[in-house]
């Protein structure tokens, strides 16, 4: 079993001894797996070793690249200020050919993590205290990039949270209707239509030069920060695929989308999603404790907007993956990006229901 994991882990400078590999994590994205070598110390050496998605990722080379430049700025600024950059930040593990990526025979992407040990990643919304650490984890990683030249980073993913570009590609999936799906998600289109006009808004302030361009994660959802096991302070921000030019509302917002949801993302039972008010507001004093004295007030009252769109915005893609066939997601059941992009309306829903609100905490934060 995991035969090829197996002999690509053989391409990587690991400690010696009898190893193990098995399945890892609930990403959507790559293939995940973690390595455990037994070397007769007490406990066994792990690793996480991962195929990048090249369906997703068509440049893996230069994300590659991205991260090595990113995880070698951010120790720096780790050390600086005091810090364990074995621990706050990934470090990528070399391959037998001295670069840190191994490319197999079918021609996919390989890299090897260090495991950060005595973490925890969640899955489904937490207590407002431990979203609050969450949230002050990807600040500090807004503030520790802060001085990092956005512009010479890959593109990873071209339009990533561009949403009127999200937009058109839903209707691209409508229009050639690949999987014969369309006549199932009527109701969910018409959400979409009448909210069409608003998927610009912080491009448009992004345009008239009211908030700048940042170094932004673009992927902030709660598995992608680990957790002290015993205090539970956000220890490391992984997943930095995704790690490019963006906007400050695009990491405070993916963030609200999944960490502030009564549900999980693919919960079928729509009437127990909603905005929990109390996540929003801790996540908002986390995030902004770190981050906040570096934002504009533009961009802190643009915050709420961030989480609307992204939600909105990722609801588009789950319902333009169904249309197209389960291309893009991991899908583990019949139907599962229809069930994702359902939750994503209602929050959206809910969200405009509690708008006020959340300008206020934001406000007043
Ligand atoms: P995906 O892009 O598919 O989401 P991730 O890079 O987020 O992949 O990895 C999947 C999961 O693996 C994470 O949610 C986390 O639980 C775990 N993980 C990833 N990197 C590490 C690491 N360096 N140490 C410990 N756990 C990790
Ligand atoms: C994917 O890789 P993962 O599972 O952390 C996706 C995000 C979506 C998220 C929805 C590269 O994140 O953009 O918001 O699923 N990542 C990519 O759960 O597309
Ligand atoms: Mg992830």
Known sequence: MYERAYEVASHFLLAQGEKHIAPYGNGHINDTFCVSVETGAARPVRYILQKVNRYVFPDPEGVIENIERVTAYLRGVIESEGGDPTRETL??????????????ADNQLWRVYLFIEDTISRDLPDTPELFALSGAAFGRFQRQLGGFDASTLHESIHDFHNTPARYRQLEDAVRRNDAGRLGEVGPEL???????????TLLRARAAGEIPLRVTHNDT??????????????????????VMPGLAAYDFGDSIRFGANTAAEDERDLTKVSLSLPMFEAFVKGYLSEAGAALCARERELLPMGAKLMTLECGMRFLADHLNGDKYFKVHREGHNLDRARTQFALVADMEKKWDAMM???KNA
């Open 91 to 104: 470090t990528l593990v070399e391959s037998v050919d001295g670069g840190h990526s191994y490319t197999d």
């Open 360 to 362: 206020e905490i934001v």
């Open 221 to 242: 959802k709660l598995n992608n920060v680990l957790l002290d096991a015993a205090t539970g302070r956000g220890v490391c921000v992984i997943d930095l695929d995704t």
């Open 190 to 200: 018409a959400f979409c239509m009448e909210r069409g006009e608003e998927t610009g």
